[in-house]
């Protein structure tokens, strides 16, 4: 193996007080609810959010013993490992080049030059961007810090599991996310050599499931990276990390998007905690496998939460409508004066709360004299929402749930 047990133990010594160590904390609310004790390890708590630290913060301080590394390093990302290495190179007073793609939402690049580094836009992608950072390795010396397919970052983000079983050493089971595969690799090396009953699982996004064919010897599907959980949408998986997975880790689950996007406004919800898409994603997987986890001990790994604050906007009242929470009926009226003052009334007697009403006259097919309301609210839910409507249609107003 490229990565033994031992080599996580250095690292945990080497990053200690220059990382968090985060919290694994304990869910009763959903362990009941999904019948198995679950426990969150809660990454999002890193400096800048993300498991990437770790591994970022281990590589840099080897590089930073390198007579060349007073050239700087670079990277290509455009997410967490940008803001990770951007972090930990300022921490050492290194340079720090970050390659992203031009279409990188400028939130990102805004946080990564905020870290110190010089972001260069490149391409449409990130694999152009991936190349770009070469040709500077090459024109300018610069040290290369690859996200994932490195044994100092796979030793580094392995810390993970080390802390989660010295936190609570009765495990069952550890779930994590896979990209390109670094975590898990480094996680599944430490935990399978010092707990040799543990189970380990990875989860990847079902439209990017490449490191689930790869561990299987399968030909690789079609691969989409426009998924809500992007920061595990790696289309090429690890040359280094994908054999300790084989090896390693005892089964990859494929999670839909609903479920992802289900997971992320639980988690909010009931567990207080902002998670992005990947880091939402193992959390997914039990939702979608709870027989898989029945009476086991989880520990579930929340490994990042720089969710796009717009997307998270989105996911939260997405499902306050899936819950009946927020609603939309529309109603037949007679158009005439009084008459829709008399329909706020019915609404709001029933304790709803009107957020918007559209009154429209011309676009309906409905005849002359009459009109059709649209209105928006928030109720107590898909019962409310079947009383309000009872309401309407006994005081003579035809209504639907839109």
Request: include cysteine; hydrophobic fraction near 45%; charged fraction near 20%.
């Amino acid at each position: 193996m490229s990565v033994v047990a031992r080599d996580v133990e250095r690292a945990a010594e080497a990053i200690a007080g220059h990382v968090v160590r985060t919290p694994l904390v304990p869910s009763p609310r959903l362990s009941q609810q999904y019948g198995c004790t679950l426990s969150f390890k809660l990454e999002n708590l890193q400096f800048t959010g993300s498991f990437k630290d770790r591994g970022s913060c281990l590589k840099l301080q080897q590089l930073r013993e390198l007579p060349e590394s007073s050239r700087g390093v670079v990277a290509a990302s455009a997410g967490n490992h940008a803001q990770g290495v951007a972090f930990h190179a300022q921490r050492l007073l290194m340079n720090a080049t970050i390659v992203m793609p031009q279409a990188t939402p400028f939130s990102k690049v805004e946080r990564t030059e905020a870290l110190g580094a010089t972001v260069l836009l490149h391409g449409e992608s990130l694999s152009e961007a991936q190349q770009k950072a070469q040709e500077l390795v090459h024109e300018h010396g610069l040290l290369f810090v690859h996200p994932y397919d490195d044994v100092s970052i796979i030793a580094g983000q392995g810390t993970v599991a080390l802390e989660m079983l010295q936190d609570q050493p009765d495990l069952d089971i550890l779930v994590a996310p896979i990209g390109g595969g670094g975590l898990i690799a480094g996680m599944s090396t430490w935990a399978k050599e010092r707990h040799k009953d543990i189970q380990v699982i990875g989860v990847q996004t079902m439209l990017c499931p490449s490191m689930h064919a790869a561990v299987r010897g399968l030909k690789q599907p079609t691969l989409h990276t426009n998924t809500i959980a992007e920061g595990i949408a790696v289309k090429q998986p690890g040359a280094i990390t994908t054999p300790i997975i084989q090896c390693c880790v005892d089964d990859i689950l494929l999670v839909e998007e609903a479920a992802i996007e289900q997971a992320v406004q639980f988690l909010a919800a009931q567990l207080k905690v902002v998670a992005e898409g990947a880091a939402a994603a193992a959390f997914a997987a039990i939702q979608m496998n709870p027989a898989r986890f029945t009476n086991k001990k989880v520990g579930v790994v929340i490994s990042g939460g720089n969710i796009d604050r717009r997307m998270l906007s989105t996911v939260l009242l997405r499902g306050l409508r899936r819950d009946g929470k927020l609603a939309r009926i529309r109603i037949e009226i007679n158009d005439a004066p009084g008459v829709l003052s008399k329909v706020t009334r019915l609404v709001g007697a029933t304790g709803a709360d009107i957020i918007d009403i559209t009154h429209q006259r011309i676009f309906s097919a409905l005849p002359p004299r009459s009109a059709e309301l649209t209105v928006e609210m928030e109720t107590r839910g898909r019962p409310h929402v079947e009383q309000i409507l009872a309401a309407l249609r006994d005081a003579g107003f035809p209504a639907q749930n839109l």
